[in-house]
């Protein structure tokens, strides 16, 4: 009861922030091209998510990768570690979100993952489990809805977590709110857990891709929307768990008119 | 058994690749696989083997494989999107030239992550016309990454790529999208995508 409390404010500043910021202008519904091209973006909000991508991306540039810069200077092993370790917590998450998907066969690897490698792997530090065949997978309840049938909702992006959607922010606020480490951690007077663990999974998260965001930002001409095709892309990935033959799985590529000569200059 | 029905498959997979099929024949997906795997090793080769060599000159490499593996004007006509019929025949020009850069220039920062790796295709499709091969990059650390490819006859003959998927994430799509932006933002014209175009690939 007192996380939702002290969320509030949050909540508050985000509710008001949707309400006041101005949708983006849909365009002339009678320019098919231009309307093709608002409803594919799927960004009705797009001046809000813009201002508030700016701002994450002077949180970053100051805060968050210099952190993740010298993270990544601590030993491999021991970022592995955390890694393993971080993951291993996540566990109740990912196998409720596994069961909840009617997924048992991934649920039963996430309970022998937990299993194994908090014994054999010394409290999940060691990924034991991956090494002999089980590897890894994330779950979280945002794709649980969308097994469901959920559409994802307009585009979101959220000030420091980054880009998502109305349905993933409502899985992640979910998940949050079910997790029992979390809950435990707060019940016994732990919060400081709470708050390194979500530090540590963000370094984390912000390190694996320091070198992929560097070389997107460099090579895109416009990095928020490449950011926001490719995480809504992978998102869907993630969603089919990687499944390749499903549809959608791999877009088509048409192109339309191909034959039209240019116009005459008048 | 397995391992001579694969030798016969590879044997037959190595006799195919010369065989580049006849305009308006439709490739098959082993025809597809072969192809993959071959761009794809000389990709990495090119990308791998000259390290030591400056940025421009891996390029100019990666250049040279690019443009026997990729439909580039396909790709570039398709990012495009429906601002192709608006543009001049200067703009359409001027537009393939510099996104011929941009494309190599992309494509080679995205894939150099992936120097001194293998490459393992899985398997290949017939998909509407297209083959869509399957590959996988097995890499020294971590689990593998998923590659698929979409190939497409091209209009003066010969299988070329036409759009490379990383782990869900489609290169063509993820430019269109992101024109589309540019294009937007500029009122709706081919120009002001065409100078920043010019702006990235230096010329």
Redesign the interface.
């Known amino acids: 009861m007192t996380s939702i409390r002290a969320w509030r404010p949050w909540l508050l500043g985000l509710t008001l922030a949707l309400g006041l910021a101005a949708c983006a202008t849909a365009p002339d519904p009678s320019?098919?091209?231009?309307m093709?091209?608002y409803e594919?973006?799927n960004d009705p909000l797009e001046p809000m998510n813009r201002a508030i991508f700016a701002f994450n991306q002077v949180a970053d540039r100051y805060v968050i990768k210099p952190v993740a810069e010298a993270y990544v200077e601590l030993p491999q092993g021991l970022r592995d570690s955390i890694r393993n370790f971080l993951r291993n917590l996540k566990t109740p998450i990912i196998l409720a979100n596994d069961l909840l998907q009617g997924e048992g066969r991934r649920a039963g690897e996430t309970l022998t993952r937990f299993l194994v490698n908090s014994t054999a792997g010394v409290l999940g530090l060691f990924d034991v489990a991956a090494a002999n065949g089980v590897?890894y997978h994330d779950e979280d309840f945002g794709q649980t809805l969308a097994v469901w049938g959920v559409g994802e909702g307009p585009y979101l992006v959220l000030p420091i977590l980054g880009p998502s959607n109305f349905r993933d922010t409502a899985g992640m606020a979910a998940d949050w709110l079910a997790d029992p480490v979390r809950d435990w951690a707060e019940d016994h007077d732990k919060s400081w857990a709470n708050w390194t663990r979500t530090g540590l999974r963000a370094i984390d998260l912000r390190a694996e891709l320091l070198?992929?965001l560097d070389?997107l930002e460099?090579?895109?001409?416009?990095y928020?929307?490449?950011l926001?095709?490719?995480t809504r892309?992978?998102r869907?990935?993630?969603i089919?768990n990687?499944a390749?033959d499903q549809p959608g799985?791999?877009?088509?590529?048409?192109?339309?008119?191909?034959d039209?000569p240019?116009?005459q200059?008048k | 058994m397995t391992a001579m029905l694969r030798a016969l498959c590879l044997l037959s997979i190595l006799v195919l690749v010369p065989l580049a099929p006849a305009p308006g024949q439709a490739a098959t997906p082993e025809q597809g696989a072969a192809f993959v795997k071959d761009l794809a090793d000389r990709a990495l080769e090119a990308l791998g083997k000259f390290k030591n060599l400056s940025k421009a000159d891996r390029e100019t490499r990666f250049r040279e494989v690019m443009h026997t593996g990729f439909d580039i004007p396909?790709i570039g006509?398709?990012v495009v999107?429906?601002?192709?019929?608006?543009?001049?025949?200067a703009?359409?020009a001027r537009y393939l030239e510099l996104f011929e850069r941009y494309i190599v220039?992309?494509y080679a920062?995205?894939l150099a992550?992936y120097d001194d790796e293998k490459i393992a295709v899985a398997a290949a499709r017939a998909?509407?016309g297209?083959v869509?091969v399957?590959s996988q990059i097995l890499r020294k650390s971590g689990?593998p990454v998923?590659i698929?490819w979409?190939l497409?006859e091209a209009k003066a003959g010969g299988l070329r790529v036409?759009?490379v998927?990383i782990?869900?994430?489609?290169m063509?799509?993820?430019?269109r999208?992101?024109?589309?932006?540019?294009i937007?933002?500029g009122g709706?014209e081919m120009a002001p995508?065409i100078k920043?175009?010019g702006e990235?690939t230096g010329g």
Not at chain 1, 31 to 34: H, M
Not at chain 2, 172 to 175: I, K, N, R
Not at chain 2, 177 to 182: K, M
Request: aromatic share 4%.
């Open positions: 320019d098919r091209a231009a093709r091209q594919e973006a590897p070198e992929t070389k460099r090579t895109s001409l416009d928020y929307a490449a926001r095709s490719m892309q992978r869907d990935a993630e089919r990687g390749r799985a791999m877009p088509k590529i048409e192109i339309e008119d191909d039209d240019p116009p200059r | 396909t006509r398709f999107g429906p601002t192709w019929r608006k543009a001049s025949e703009e359409r220039q992309t920062a995205r992550e998909d509407d297209d869509v399957a689990p998923k698929d979409r497409r036409i759009d998927v782990e869900g994430i489609s063509a799509v993820s430019q999208s992101e024109f589309a932006s540019v937007q933002q709706g995508l920043l175009l990235k």
